[in-house]
């Protein structure tokens, strides 16, 4: 609600800005207490009613201190902050690789102490069932003579007790003759009379022939 | 006006340095202050340097919390760039990673209430995208020489299309520092602004009596909702600017496509 006039004075132009408070309306002196107000607002700054983002009265400062704190910045992650974390983590990393290639190492020396064991194993237990082997045939052959020489031992002590049996026999059965010679002359001379015993011998050798 | 939800941009003196340029009177030339702005680049330079370094201190092999998230972060950053700019991009990995922290942390302080959010301000974003692009051309040029230009002339096109690609190209590349800052801009001013009137209608409403406090229910869970979306917005805007940035950067070093 303002009328703006643009004078031609000489070589300069004028802007003239006139507020008209005559042609009252409702809406008009809201506005005007609203403009007021925000004017109050930043009337100490600046003042300007620019929105503050294009306010370019600010933007030397702010470029400054931009460039400032930018650089600040820049110069204290670049050559403290980021060196100090970089280096953390490379030496972590190494570490842990290195440790990797560590446990790399000790983990083929456990295998190779497993291979080993596992080959000395088989053959004490190959040589194992050898001795074993070879124990059982010394044992076996042993046993075989002993039991040879036993035998052999027995089968002559058998022979001999049998001649012995068969000498006995032979002389007992050498005997029965007589027996039965002085049995028959007892007999005959008990029941006959006196006989000889030349004629009981014939009679029985008669007897034993027959 | 203590709902105005664009009081909280405006940029206060804290102290003045001086006047550049004018003619000595009163309002002329540019006055160099420190300004509520400037204090919140500082404070956040002190933060990311305190906690980066504090938490470092012990350089242990087996990190505690503090140093684990120091070291998570530089990860982060490093894969980033070894990701987007190959082996070579980290010589730049120090940039990226300032770059990105200064965003974030500028971001999050923004989030506090009653903190001023530098990155809300377009010559700052603006600020920071042409030093990313000075960095891009002066190493583009300096590594490549001539061959840098070869990033207008994308390898295996036809020759009677270069006429048409090269100027899209060269188009495309001088709207990379606009993009990058306004991108961060809008979204954190933009961000701010609804964050502003969601809360502030809670404030209207609730001092319209009993209705107006059931009626402010709403935007008050709006209010909270929005609150974690900024806080989603801060981290992903401070991420794409390193990221963009590590792209343009493998333009610098790698110039043919």
């Known amino acids: 609600m303002a009328r703006i006039t643009i004078a031609q004075a000489g070589d300069t132009e004028t802007v003239v800005v006139t507020p008209e408070f005559d042609s009252v309306g409702g809406d008009h002196t809201l506005s005007e207490g609203a403009l007021l107000e925000s004017t109050e607002a930043s009337v100490d700054e600046h003042h300007t009613e620019v929105f503050p983002p294009f306010d370019s009265t600010t933007f030397a400062s702010q470029i400054l201190w931009l460039a400032i704190s930018f650089a600040a910045l820049y110069f204290i992650m670049s050559r403290l902050a980021l060196p100090r974390i970089g280096s953390v983590l490379e030496e972590r990393r190494d570490r842990i690789e290195g440790d990797l290639v560590e446990a790399d190492r000790l983990r083929k020396k456990t295998d190779d102490a497993i291979a080993s064991y596992e080959t000395a194993l088989a053959e004490a237990r190959s040589r194992a069932h050898v001795i074993a082997e070879q124990a059982r045939a010394e044992s076996k052959a042993r046993i075989d003579t002993e039991r040879q020489r036993i035998e052999d031992d027995l089968s002559k002590k058998v022979a001999e007790a049998e001649g012995r049996i068969a000498g006995t026999k032979q002389k007992a059965l050498d005997h029965v003759g007589e027996i039965a010679s002085e049995t028959a002359q007892a007999v005959v001379g008990q029941l006959l009379g006196k006989v000889s015993i030349a004629d009981a011998r014939k009679a029985v050798a008669t007897v034993g022939k027959e | 006006m203590a709902n105005d939800p664009i009081h909280q941009f405006v940029i206060n003196d804290i102290f003045t340095l001086g006047t550049i340029g004018g003619d000595g ?233």
């Open chain 2, 25 to 257: 009177t009163a309002g002329s030339g540019t006055t160099i202050a420190f300004t509520n702005s400037a204090l919140f680049m500082v404070l956040t330079v002190i933060t990311i340097s305190v906690y980066l370094l504090l938490s470092t201190r012990g350089r242990s092999l087996i990190p505690n919390r503090w140093q684990l998230s120091s070291e998570m972060t530089y990860e982060f950053v490093a894969n980033m760039v070894r990701s987007s700019a190959g082996t070579e991009g980290m010589k730049f990995f120090p940039f990226v990673f300032s770059l990105f922290m200064f965003i974030f942390i500028g971001n999050m302080f923004g989030m506090v209430p009653y903190f001023f959010t530098f990155t809300s301000h377009i010559i700052v974003t603006f600020a920071l995208s042409m030093l990313v692009m000075t960095v891009v051309v002066v190493y583009g040029f300096l590594k490549n020489g001539p061959r840098f230009l070869k990033l207008f002339v994308p390898s295996g096109v036809p020759g009677y299309i270069i006429p048409i690609v090269t100027p899209i190209e060269v188009i495309s590349f001088l709207s990379r520092p606009i993009s990058l800052s306004v991108r961060l801009f809008g979204n954190m001013l933009a961000g701010h602004i609804t964050l502003k009137v969601f809360t502030g209608f809670v404030v209207s409403l609730g001092s319209l009596g009993a209705l107006g406090i059931l009626g402010s229910v709403l935007p008050l869970f709006m209010g909270v909702a929005i609150t974690a979306l900024e806080f989603m917005v801060s981290t992903v805007q401070a991420y794409v600017f390193a990221v963009l940035t590590a792209m343009y950067l493998n333009d610098a070093i790698h110039p043919s496509h």
